[in-house]
């Protein structure tokens, strides 16, 4: 039986982990621990397969980068790491790369340098690249909120899925943080139009959540990001959250 992949989330800011509610550092955050690279080992302690790193420095400077803890993380555990912040060009996306890092998450260059977009999708190849679609009352936004772009999150996906790309992570913003539950017609819709494996992010708050996001599987979402509720215990037990995990990163 396939099973759900829940990938835990750690966001970076200031080179501690923090959370961050609705993508804007400024509104709501609290850290969670000094060393993001303990929170990788948390996690590959307790059998994740994948952990997905935001770094919140880089979305907002690019001098701001948290590069050498991610290599340490990359080091430190055995498991893949994709990151998504600030990636601006093809050689921001190599070094990653370079460091140990299995996968890069790209959203808003889409929308401030197409060509270098596809540049480094088409450098990588879809193994190595995820493409992000933050959304706001279903509508695209990117940098952390800051842009609207009126345009929906499914024209996106489409653009993305003729562009070659077969995963994309979509976030709703909304309930990014928030613990709210989450949007999961939207990404079953992007998913079924589109044909892409889809991880789903945002949202959500406890055990009956991740059930929630498996019975939708078989639309195409075989995957989910959790940050917030895995760090304040937010299941029965800590570990509950393993059991709509699948056993392959693919």
């Known amino acids: 039986m396939q099973r759900l992949l829940v990938i835990p989330s750690i966001d970076i800011k200031n080179g501690k982990t923090v959370r961050i509610v609705q993508g804007i550092p400024e509104l709501d955050v609290a850290e969670y621990g000094d060393d993001p690279i303990d929170a990788a080992l948390l996690w590959r302690a307790e059998n994740a397969k994948c952990i997905h790193v935001v770094d919140h420095d880089a979305i907002w400077d690019e001098k701001g980068r948290n590069l050498d ?53 088409e450098t990588l190849g879809p193994k190595h690249f995820i493409a992000a679609i933050d959304f706001f009352d279903y509508e695209v936004v990117y940098h952390g909120r800051k ?78 990001i959790v940050g917030r509720a895995l760090y304040e215990n937010n299941f029965p037990c800590q570990k509950i959250w393993r059991i709509a995990e699948s056993g392959i990163f693919n």
Do not use: W
């Open 69 to 121: 803890i991610i290599e340490k993380m990359c080091k430190s555990v055995v498991i893949p790491i994709q990151i998504g912040g600030g990636i601006r060009n093809l050689d921001d996306a190599k070094r990653a790369i370079d460091i140990g890092v299995y996968r890069i998450v790209i959203g808003s260059l889409y929308h401030d340098n197409k060509n270098e977009f596809i540049k480094i999708f």
């Open 147 to 224: 842009y609207r772009t009126g345009i929906s999150p499914v024209k996106i996906a489409q653009e993305f899925k003729n562009i070659g790309i077969d995963r994309l992570v979509i976030t709703d913003v909304k309930t990014n943080g928030m613990m709210l539950g989450p949007n999961v017609e939207v990404s079953r819709i992007i998913a079924q139009i589109t044909g892409c494996k889809v991880t789903l992010s945002g949202g959500i708050k406890n055990k009956d959540d991740l059930y929630k996001v498996q019975d939708y599987m078989s639309t195409g979402i075989d995957s989910v």
